[in-house]
Nanobody, 128 residues
């Protein structure tokens, strides 16, 4: 079974940047669409971004468009989320999830439809 591990979170000031990583083990990532989600205290988990298995399709929710960039390196079995110009409202635990092919085009930002495997999350805190 595919396993995912997120890393790269931390404490940053408003306007700062981080690069989050989603690394796969036990299986290759190149067959999966990968979504990034986040959950702030007291709020529901929400979709942030998605990248298709080939990397040819990317999607972002409006609140992060222009600030976040998703990418993947299938040779390294890793998906990245570059988060720039961070705001306090970006504070959340960030999760990656492996999904069925066509998830990005058909279901994102759904948290359930087509989602197969979740990572454990990495904390991003934006505070002055």
């Amino acid at each position: 079974q595919l396993q995912l591990v997120e890393s790269g979170g931390g404490l940053v000031q408003p306007g700062g940047s981080l690069r989050l990583s989603c690394a796969a083990s036990r299986f290759t990532l190149d067959y999966y669409d990968i979504g990034w989600f986040r959950q702030a205290p007291g709020k529901e988990r929400e979709g942030v971004s998605c990248i298709s298995s080939s990397g040819g399709l990317t999607k972002y929710v409006a609140s992060v468009k222009g600030r976040f960039t998703i990418s993947r390196d299938n040779a390294k079995n890793t998906v990245y989320l570059q988060v720039n110009s961070l705001k306090p409202e970006d504070t959340a635990v960030y999760y990656c999830a492996a999904s069925l092919q066509y998830y990005c085009s058909n279901y994102f930002p759904s948290k359930s439809n087509g989602v197969a495997t979740w990572g454990q999350g990495t904390q991003v805190t934006v505070s002055s």
